[in-house]
Each structure stands twice: as structure tokens, then as C-alpha cells.
């Protein structure tokens, strides 16, 4: 054996903080990853690539000048929109049960009539969707036509657990 002792420098950093400081602990780790002490990183694997799409989305607007009315089968709708008689091809329309989206697509902007939380449900097969020159006719069949609607959307939430749920 021999005598020689095995001295350790004091880091100026143990001076100033303590030997059981923050900064005295992560020196140490920093010290076991170069003698190889700690546990290796783990390499990041690639799990999936995707393309980016660079072209920009079409800006839309909202149609809200339109009016309605309760009748005994159909629910109608009187929606103005100037020209439509010309570009009706342009015109999509998608029902649920509670709700319905039409879009009419435009060279520079789409304009799009959403409302969701009809007042009662609807019969999306036996609507259906006309046009004038400067007006489109949308008639609702009503699911229940012994139920009045007294509003076009419901006013609560009452019972309704989303737009398109069954009663």
C-alpha cells in the first residue's frame, strides 16, 4: 500500500455554493457522462413525414341575409344572393339532423351558410335546394311535421348534447 492519498480539488464553484448545491450536482453528472458513468441518450428516431401544403386557403364569407318559414311539411328558407341563377353549379349543400352547411364556391371567395342547431330535426333526403336569379329556395322537410318551429335554431342547449344528436 502505499501512502499516497488521493486529493480532490476543491471547484470554485463548491466554494461559493456548498458542496450539496444545484450546481455542485449537475457538475458531477456532467463528469460521470465523460467518464461514461451515466446511461447513453437515446438517438431520435423519425416516426413519420408529411408534405407541408404552400398553397393558401380561400378566404369565405358568411351569407346572412336570409328569412324563413314554418309550413306543414318543409321548413323554407329564402336566401338572397345576387347572380346565383348563373353560377347555381357552384352551389354544394350538406344535411344532418340538426344542422346544415351550403357553400357556394366563388373564383376568389367562398360564401357559406352554416347553422347548426336547427330548432327540431330534419329529413336531409326529402329537402331540397332551388334557385331564382338572385335567390335560392331551400325547403327543410321537417322529421316530425306535427311539431311547429317557433325559432329556426334553438335558443338552449337544454338536452342537447351536440348539434346533430338524437332526442
Not at 500500500?1 to 470554485?12: A, C, H, L, W
Not at 335567390?135 to 311539431?147: A, G, I
Request: glycine letters at 6%.
Amino acid at each position: 500500500m502505499s501512502d499516497e492519498k488521493e486529493t480532490t480539488e476543491v471547484k470554485p464553484e463548491t466554494k461559493v455554493f456548498g458542496a450539496n448545491s444545484y450546481h455542485y450536482f449537475h457538475d458531477s453528472v456532467k463528469e460521470r457522462a465523460a467518464n461514461g458513468d451515466v446511461a447513453p441518450m437515446a438517438q431520435p428516431k423519425l416516426v413519420a413525414t408529411t408534405e407541408s401544403s404552400t398553397e393558401k386557403k380561400k378566404p369565405y364569407k358568411n351569407i346572412s341575409k336570409y328569412s324563413w318559414s314554418d309550413g306543414k311539411k318543409f321548413v323554407t328558407l329564402y336566401i338572397d344572393f345576387p347572380g346565383i341563377g348563373a353560377i347555381q353549379d357552384k352551389v354544394t349543400i350538406e344535411y344532418r339532423k340538426r344542422s346544415f352547411v351550403l357553400k357556394v364556391v366563388g373564383d376568389t371567395t367562398d360564401h357559406i351558410l352554416k347553422i347548426i342547431r336547427l330548432s327540431q330535426l330534419i329529413n336531409g333526403e326529402g329537402s331540397s335546394l332551388r334557385f331564382k336569379d338572385n335567390q335560392m329556395v331551400l325547403k327543410l322537410s321537417k322529421d316530425d311535421t306535427d311539431k311547429k318551429w317557433y325559432d329556426l335554431c334553438k335558443t338552449t342547449a337544454r338536452g342537447v348534447l351536440n348539434s346533430d344528436s338524437e332526442e
